[in-house]
């Protein structure tokens, strides 16, 4: 079969923010026709290469030809006059338009009508508005929203607003469609309305290339998948091959081993029956009508360390937030020692002993780290009285020399760069610095966000082992991570997140060795793979996603 | 050389003014990301209002103290009622800004009059010799309040641990939350300071150059300058910031024309912000939460 | 359509009432609504934000009156070049401000504003400076002078309606669309192809040239100019005019200048506490009515008469 013509060509594209490579030559050909899916654990560079693809983002090196036509140093609406359009993670409709006039409003520019003739109102002008409706209404009719055509754009949900996004995209005369993360935050039945959409859009002889988290969603729709992993490319073929490559799966749960790590974790059985320090039931958080986090049930044990793991978008982030009390959420209960956390702000949280280090550490750039240390007794201090934030009490000078003295212990180059901005310091060392800045306000439970985020494997090893040291010093921790292996190796627990719903749970061992976690992640794996360009079907799928037994 | 140091004298002087109004301005916009366009204002009602206390027996320092405490108050009431309600829409922030910069100098029509008002100098009229030139006392009063000020806020927010905190609190206002801060209280306070500050320019420069009613809107838009000049962030920079445009606004008027002097503060102002877009924001970066 | 008609109708009927006091104040009204239209096309639709919109309106003044003096040009003609000479010195100005956002927009056009004022001081060749100018001719027709405030009534208003009737064409038309777009999300309609700088430019030029007519008509009208009315006060009560008509809404807009002028006539007695009440109506309107006054208290009566019914069940 003689391929088809290629639409559009990346040849060598990097992308570089001040000294950070996200993007690093990046090269593949995108056939027309071809319905492609872009995937890569979180921080990847994927969102980034579709902006440099889009016209949003100038790439630093390389280039990018669209039909025979560079276009890398294009703006956004002159590549979208050539025909590509695309969608962006937010789905972001014309809040204050209807539905109608969202898609009108991707038309528009194809139409062009001038200031004058707008100005004038007849001639041109009149028939434009018609014209644009009548082209906005078949395409409402071929995604299914017809039903809302008159509706203002705030009032739909999530899957909507992402059919409505698409709509406006082709409204534009897009020949090749770039979709980012059209199925962030979809029902099942959205999904599959959706995957229904780009299929006859595939038909219909449009090129869709698509940056996906859903392994289930890309399995259904992608004859072809390109994976990136920190900026680079790692992978490009069939979904089969790339599913099943050592490479991808390492980039998404982290190295396996052969044996587990050297890290065991505390024996499980315990003499005295421990404590729950933190007890959530039927946790659900909302944004703008999508349902990050839904029924969410948990417990964590003094003493543990519980893993809360699963693929970007799954949710986990959210959950940490709302615990932290910066996210606002429903409950039936949430309580830390016993006493309700559900209506406090997150400064209290903090005086309660519950402690976040966040995702990306959220460290103050401009000050050095001991100063960035000293800011983690603040809560500590404030809590002593107004007058202890100006000159500190003999207590709280002590309790303070003794924090420092067991934060250095654990990490000593922050001791010998305890006068270096904090801005300069390395990722390893920035994240070792907002631990150790939770860490000085003396918590009880510690919670941690994507602690090897952008981490080095050896880097994300010390962190690991830093965190089981404090675990037999005493401390409970709560640990969310992408990276599974990393995570199982320490824990005692885990939690598996999946589309904002915990999917599995169960003791760390368990979870290990559970195939389950690689579907959930991946997709399937095992006999019984379906063909590369057939479908999934549900049932399988959603054992797949380990909603089942294993 | 003489007419030159003149000049650049009386540069200074109305130059430290505009550097405080300028760290009034930063402090607001590190913490609540808004420029607050009462800025201005904020020095005439001190000014006036140690005027008013002043001439009804009340002796000058313990007038001027109970004014800058009104005006601190004040400070804190337009932080309450106004900037709350809106703090993440910046149009909308910046329009009730002016509005309250207008009801403020609306107040002072009311209350002071239009004409303008003098206030007696700090200590007394006779002007110093400085090689060759004149000074009078009120100019040292002015520059060594600006200079003891602006030392002072270097002190606190780079020394002291407080005042790192409010950096912090403007770095990262998430983290800050989660280090137990209370962004909403820091940002009422840094309102309350810049009031201090604010009522503090006023005051001093009170004696040498007339107060008005309508003195705030041009002296808020120089203190902004001043910031865009030295970048906001950092106090020393907005300071500096407005040294350069009162000694480079005394020079064209020196030797171009008064009419125009007030000019220059526009024009510079839009050559900075068309020239250096985007890279005004000086060191300390506020990151998005 | 039919609201122009009535429009027209109101007005004309208005001048039966044979009120000296009356007629003046709905030509102010309408030499004001012609800059605020133009504001709004800019705030409301685009979603900018101009804190120096006065200065237009003083360079149209001015530059009718001295393109009439120097030039010799008939009043008529001296509008028209002026309002079109200010368009294309907005579309530059739009050019180079626009890259800018939020507060350094702001101060950008507020400087841009007192750089105009200081210049009607300063340049007293050009401008007569303080004292400005004296002695602008009026507009006539056939040879009749318009000098009473009746005759240059359907004047102003004609020019009043045409700019409404045009604004809203705009609004109704793709373009249209885009402007929504714009203000709403510029990086979403670029991405649909929307031309974002050049649109802002577009409509910044529409801006500054309505405003230069209002100017032109009003120094013809007045028949002397000084710098005094056209500056940063005079641009904030046309954001308030603005804020009060919710922005982007065209009638709306219309609603918020009579508004406006009629609570400055009614405050006149108090003297200086008018610029209060601008202040605090400023302040009010942007907390609590973010789409203007009428939609406001439309809204709030709404609210208020449910319960009632509940009630009454």
């Known amino acids: 079969m003689i391929p088809a013509a290629p639409v559009l060509e990346v040849e060598h594209v990097g992308v570089k923010f001040g000294g950070l490579s996200a993007v690093s030559d990046v090269s593949f050909t995108v056939r027309r026709g071809e319905l492609l899916a872009l995937i890569g654990p979180n921080g990847a560079g994927k969102t980034t290469l579709l902006n440099t693809m889009a016209g949003a983002l100038a790439p630093t090196a390389g280039r990018i030809r669209f039909q025979d036509e560079p276009i890398e140093n294009l703006p956004a609406h002159r590549v ?23 898609v009108m409003a991707g038309g528009v520019a194809a139409a062009k009508i001038g200031l004058l003739p707008s100005l004038i109102g007849w001639g041109r002008a009149h028939g434009a508005m018609s014209e644009l409706a009548r082209k906005a209404d078949e395409l409402l009719a071929q995604i299914g929203l017809t039903a809302r055509t008159d509706d203002p754009a705030s009032v739909l949900t999530a899957g909507q607003r992402r059919l409505l996004a698409i709509a406006r995209a082709l409204a534009t005369g897009a020949e090749l469609l770039l979709l980012d993360e059209p199925g962030a935050g979809l029902s099942e039945a959205e999904k599959q309305t959706l995957v229904a959409i780009i299929r006859s859009l595939s038909a219909a002889g449009k090129t869709v290339l698509f940056v996906e988290h859903d392994m289930g969603f890309v399995g259904q729709l992608s004859q072809r998948i390109i994976v990136l992993d920190h900026g680079i490319l790692i992978a490009d073929g069939r979904p089969d091959a790339v599913r099943s490559d050592p490479k991808v799966i390492e980039a998404y749960l982290g190295r396996r081993r052969a044996t587990p790590a050297t890290l065991t974790p505390a024996p499980a059985s315990s003499a005295a029956p421990r404590q729950t320090l933190l007890r959530v039931r039927n946790l659900a958080v909302e944004y703008g009508g999508q349902r990050a986090l839904d029924n969410v049930s948990l417990d964590v044990k003094e003493g543990e360390i519980v893993a809360l793991i699963g693929a970007n978008g799954a949710g986990k982030s959210t959950l940490l937030k709302a615990l932290a009390r910066t996210e606002s959420s429903r409950a039936e209960e949430m309580s830390f020692l016993g006493e309700s956390i559900a209506a406090i702000g997150p400064d209290q949280v903090v005086m309660r002993g519950l402690g976040l280090v966040p995702e990306g550490r959220a460290i103050f750039a401009s000050l050095n780290v001991l100063d960035n240390l000293m800011a983690g007794r603040y809560a500590a201090r404030r809590m002593a009285g107004i007058a202890s934030l100006l000159r500190p009490s003999k207590n709280e000078v002590l309790a303070t020399q003794e924090r420092l003295q067991a934060v250095y212990e654990l990490f000593p180059i922050l001791m010998e760069r305890r006068d270096q901005l904090a801005g300069t310091l390395s990722g390893g060392q920035g994240q070792m610095l907002a631990i150790a800045r939770a860490l000085m306000a003396a918590p009880r439970l510690l919670m941690l966000d994507e602690p090897s985020l952008g981490l080095a494997p050896q880097v994300v090893e010390e962190i690991m082992s830093c965190l089981d040291r404090l675990r037999s010093q005493g401390l409970t921790i709560l640990l969310v991570e992408q990276n599974a292996t990393a995570a199982l190796g320490i824990a005692d627990r885990g939690y598996v997140l999946a589309n904002g719903r915990v999917v599995k749970s169960g003791s760390a061992r368990e ?3 559970d195939p389950a976690i690689t579907s959930a992640y991946l997709g399937a794996t095992n006999a019984g793979e379906p063909a590369a360009n057939e479908p999934v079907a549900p049932a399988r799928r959603a054992a797949a996603l380990g909603s089942g037994a294993s | 050389m003489v007419e030159a140091l003149q000049i650049l004298l009386s540069g200074l002087v109305v130059g430290s003014i505009y550097g405080l109004v300028g760290v009034g301005f930063t402090g607001i916009y590190n913490v609540t990301g808004i420029v607050n ?58 329009i009730i800004t002016i509005g309250i910069g207008v009801v403020i100098q609306g107040v002072a029509v009311i209350a002071w009059g239009t004409d303008a008002q003098p206030m007696p100098a700090f200590s007394g009229e006779r002007p110093i010799e400085f090689f060759g030139a004149t000074l009078l006392p009120q100019s040292l009063w002015v520059i060594g309040t600006a200079v003891a000020l602006v030392g002072g806020l270097y002190v606190f927010f780079q020394h002291t641990y407080l005042g790192k905190m409010f950096r912090a609190c403007a770095m990262n206002p998430f983290a800050a939350r989660l280090v137990g801060m209370r962004v909403a209280t820091m940002s009422a306070i840094s309102f309350m300071l810049s009031g201090i500050l604010g009522a503090v320019a006023g005051i001093i420069i009170a004696p040498i150059a007339l107060t008005q009613y309508d003195s705030g809107l041009q002296l808020g838009i120089k203190g902004f300058v001043a910031c865009i000049i030295g970048g906001f962030g950092n106090p020393i920079g907005a300071a500096l910031g407005g040294l350069l445009l009162g000694i480079l606004e005394a020079f064209a008027a020196g030797y171009v024309s008064s009419g125009y002097k ?28 | 359509m039919l609201r122009f008609l009535i429009l027209a109708l109101a007005l004309a009927g208005s001048l039966l009432l044979n009120s ?45 009156a001295i393109l009439g003096r120097r030039l010799g040009l008939d009043p008529w003609l001296d509008i028209l070049v002026a309002s079109v000479i200010v368009a294309v010195i907005a579309r530059w100005i739009g050019a180079l401000v626009f890259r800018l956002r939020g507060h350094h927009l702001a101060m950008a056009t507020l400087a841009f504003g007192i750089i105009v004022h200081i210049g009607l001081v300063e340049l007293r060749d050009l401008t007569g400076g303080p004292n400005g100018l004296t002695g602008i001719p009026p507009l006539s027709i056939f040879g009749h002078k318009l000098t009473s405030d009746f005759a240059i009534f359907p004047v102003v208003w004609g020019a009043c309606l045409l700019m409404m009737a045009l604004a809203q064409n705009l609004v109704g038309s793709p373009l249209g669309l885009s402007m929504r777009a714009i203000a709403e999300n510029e990086r979403v309609a670029a991405s649909v192809g929307t031309d974002v700088a050049a649109v802002k430019r577009h409509i910044m030029m529409l ?31 046309l954001l308030l005019m603005v804020a009060v008509g919710g922005f982007a809404n065209i009638w709306g807009v219309l609603f918020g200048v009579v508004f406006i002028t009629l609570i400055g006539e009614l405050l006149k007695p108090l003297g200086s506490y008018d610029v209060i009440a601008y202040g605090a109506l400023l302040i009010i309107v942007i907390i609590f009515f973010p789409r203007g006054l009428l939609e406001g208290l439309g809204g709030l009566l709404a609210h208020l008469k449910s319960p009632l019914l509940r009630g009454a069940k």
């Open chain 2, 37 to 94: 366009f009462a800025q201005g204002d904020f020095a005439v009602v001190g000014a006036l209002m140690t005027i008013t206390l002043n001439l009804a027996g009340v002796p000058l320092l313990p007038a001027a103290l109970l004014a800058i405490a009104i005006t601190c108050a004040l400070a804190a009431v337009v932080e309450r009622m106004a900037i709350r309600p809106v703090r993440q829409d910046v149009i909308r922030g910046i």
């Open chain 2, 262 to 289: 007030n000019a220059i503060a526009f024009v510079l102002l839009l050559v900075f912000l068309f020239f250096r877009p985007g890279g005004l924001l000086g060191e300390m970066e506020r990151a998005s939460s």
């Open chain 3, 207 to 237: 801006s500054g040239f309505m405003a230069a007519l209002g100017g032109g008509l009003y120094a013809h009208y007045i028949g002397y100019l000084s710098p005094g009315p056209f500056d940063v006060g005079f641009s904030i009560r």
């Open chain 1, 80 to 102: 979208n006059a050539l025909g590509i359009g695309r969608t962006f993670q937010a789905a972001e409709p014309f809040r204050h338009m209807s539905v109608r006039e969202n």
């Open chain 3, 20 to 64: 000296g006091y009356f007629t003046n104040l709905l030509v102010i009204i309408g030499l004001h609504t012609l800059p605020a239209i133009g504001l709004a096309l800019l705030m409301g639709y685009t979603g900018q934000i101009s804190l120096g919109h006065a200065a237009f309106y003083g360079l149209g003044a001015y530059g009718a």
């Open chain 1, 511 to 513: 979870l290990r060795s």
